[in-house]
């Protein structure tokens, strides 16, 4: 069995960033006790451990055959949170207890760092997140272009952005880089979804263009379980 968390003791002792600013860490798991998850979650946030970052867990609805049932996505504010969040996993009781916990009620599908590059809107409004999982050849176009789409109206009904993917990732599996749109809703989600077919004029466009400079290996649907917040 994998043990996702104790990853998390490595991420601690070897990463650092230069940069002040955002980036986030995703940890999957697949588990077939997602309440005991949850649990374990409300726990730690409850604990005495200093909370400096941010934490949402997401249940992968359509993810083809990834074995992943769940995603832990960690978003630090800067490196200096990331080395506090670091030190209290290193040295607070509450956490060698959450790590033993989730151990025992989950494995390891993945984990990777993830640096995001352009986002529009505020993800933590959104509940469902259609995301495109891919590998991009050429960043600095995609990015161009697919800003350009999503600045379009009626591309995306709230959040998007671009995640660089970093430290952990196998780009034959998971790719170089994801994009996402947001929904506040499931109910919006499937709204968008029967709409696929009526493609606008810009979105064809972006189609014929994007070939060129990314290949698409899989889009997944994924829905927010919870999230814990600094000093909740």
Same mark, same amino acid.
């Given at each position: 069995m994998k =043990?996702?968390?104790l990853t998390f003791l490595l991420f601690c002792s070897t990463f650092a960033l230069s940069q002040e600013r955002p980036f986030q860490a995703f940890f999957g798991i697949n588990t077939d006790n997602p309440l005991a998850v949850v649990e374990a979650m409300d #726990?730690?946030?409850a604990s005495n451990c200093p909370q400096t970052t941010g934490i949402r867990l997401m249940n992968e609805f359509f993810n083809g055959y990834d074995d992943t049932t769940h995603t832990i996505i960690v978003t630090y504010p800067n490196k200096m949170a990331y080395m506090a969040w670091a030190n209290n996993f290193a040295s607070c009781p509450a956490a060698a207890k959450f790590l033993q916990k989730m151990n025992s009620i989950s494995e390891s599908t993945f984990q990777t760092? %993830?640096?995001? @590059? @352009? $986002? %529009?809107g505020d993800p933590s409004e959104d509940q469902v997140f259609q995301i495109f999982i891919m590998n991009v050849? &050429?960043? /600095?176009? +995609? /990015?161009n272009a697919y800003s350009k789409l999503m600045n379009t109206e009626g591309q995306c009904p709230s959040s998007w952005g671009l995640v660089a993917m970093g430290p952990?990732? #196998?780009p034959s599996e998971? %790719? $170089?880089?994801? /994009?996402?749109? %947001? +929904? =506040?809703? @499931? &109910?919006?989600?499937l709204d968008g979804y029967m709409n696929q077919g009526n493609l606008t004029r810009e +979105? #064809? $466009?972006?189609?014929? =263009? /994007?070939?060129?400079?990314? &290949?698409? @290996?899989r889009v997944n649907m994924s829905a927010v379980v919870k999230d814990w917040t600094p000093g909740q």
């Open positions: =043990k996702i968390f #726990e730690y946030a760092l %993830g640096m995001p @590059l @352009l $986002t %529009g050849s &050429d960043p /600095a176009a +995609y /990015a952990g990732v #196998e998971s %790719g $170089t880089h994801f /994009a996402y749109c %947001g +929904y =506040k809703s @499931l &109910d919006s989600y +979105y #064809e $466009t972006f189609l014929r =263009k /994007a070939p060129s400079f990314r &290949d698409l @290996l």
